[in-house]
């Protein structure tokens, strides 16, 4: 089944995201949030993402003309009926993802596929609350996503392979790269990432070599573009102890224990760019 309309469920950093690649790419968007002014936030985000790319010259006005005319936007779930594949990117909560998918899997044909851009939440287990497990995935797009070559596409223990073929193709047409995964918790490359950046903490803690040294081993050595301390001020550390307590408690491993300096910097509030200062300061 070629895919002509995707719905996205989410207006936010990543719904919209998501829908400029589609749009760009020559694919209908149905882009639903719970209030208009999430959906016009939402467009208004494309429309300048798509100026900047007008001004490096990436894109002209009509392209930008053809990619805007194919958003609608609504705050009605009634309008993703067009649809041939859903893509759920709302708030990262369990309770909200679960009556979504509930909702989506009562209105949706039975043909359609359901997609989930969750970063954290088991696919196996989402899927097991519709009644279309076989027709369900994990599609982990990464921020920016209009600049962003890679989708994790993860697989449930009951996602049928036809169904991640549809998936994957999708995921060429939007001139992305797909890796496919079965799912665990972290995926791929946040299970590998994130306990990177856990033990550049503690090599830190250990008073190894200073948080610039650090970096730039990783950025010279490793031909990283950004290093692993610098990127966690980037990410958040709450987010990054969070994960890695995630990790802890699913895999019961202590390899994943967080590192002692990462839960007393958040405990003080250095959570990185975002508070002003994390590993440094801001
Ligand atoms: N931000 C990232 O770097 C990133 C990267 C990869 C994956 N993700 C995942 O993508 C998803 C979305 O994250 P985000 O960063 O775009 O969040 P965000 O907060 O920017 O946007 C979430 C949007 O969902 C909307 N929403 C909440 N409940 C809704 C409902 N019932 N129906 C419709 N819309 C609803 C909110 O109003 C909001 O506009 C999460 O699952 C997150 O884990 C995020």
């Known amino acids: 089944m070629a895919i002509q309309t995707v719905g996205i469920v989410g207006a936010g950093t990543m719904g919209n ?52 005319g194919r958003i609608q936007v609504s705050t009605s779930y009634d309008e993703l009926k067009s649809a041939n594949l859903v893509i759920e990117a709302a708030t990262e909560n369990q309770e909200i993802k679960i009556k979504i998918l509930k909702q989506l899997d ?25 009644g279309r497990a076989d027709r369900f995935i994990g599609m982990h797009f990464f921020n920016p996503v209009p600049m962003m070559a890679l989708v994790e ?75 692993p301390l610098a990127l966690a001020d980037m990410i958040g550390l709450d987010v990054c102890l969070a994960v890695m307590e995630v990790y802890l408690k699913e895999f019961g491993d202590s390899k994943y224990r967080p590192c002692p300096l990462l839960k007393e910097m958040v405990a003080a509030g250095r959570l990185g760019r975002k508070s002003g200062a994390g590993v440094y300061t801001y």
Do not use: H, W, Y
Not at 106 to 130: H, K, R, W
Not at 201 to 215: H, K, P, Q, T, W
């Open 106 to 130: 009562e209105m949706l044909g039975s043909d359609v596929i359901v997609a989930t851009n969750t970063s954290s939440i088991s696919i196996t287990q989402l899927a097991a609350v519709t």
């Open 17 to 68: 995201g998501i829908a400029q690649a589609c749009a760009v790419s020559g694919i209908n968007v149905v882009m639903v949030d719970i209030s208009e002014a999430a959906v016009q936030k939402g467009l208004a985000t494309v429309a300048a993402s798509l100026d900047r790319l007008i001004k490096k010259e990436k894109l002209t006005e009509a392209d930008k003309t053809a990619a805007l």
């Open 153 to 227: 596409i993860i697989v449930g223990l009951q996602t049928s392979d036809a169904t991640r073929d549809a998936v994957k193709a999708l995921a060429e047409r939007l001139g992305k790269t797909p890796i496919i995964v079965k799912n665990a918790p972290g995926f791929v490359v946040n299970r590998i990432l994130v306990p990177m950046i856990n033990e550049a903490f503690f090599v830190l803690a250990e008073g190894l070599a200073s948080a610039e040294d650090i970096d730039a081993g990783m950025k010279l050595g490793c031909n990283q573009p950004i290093g």
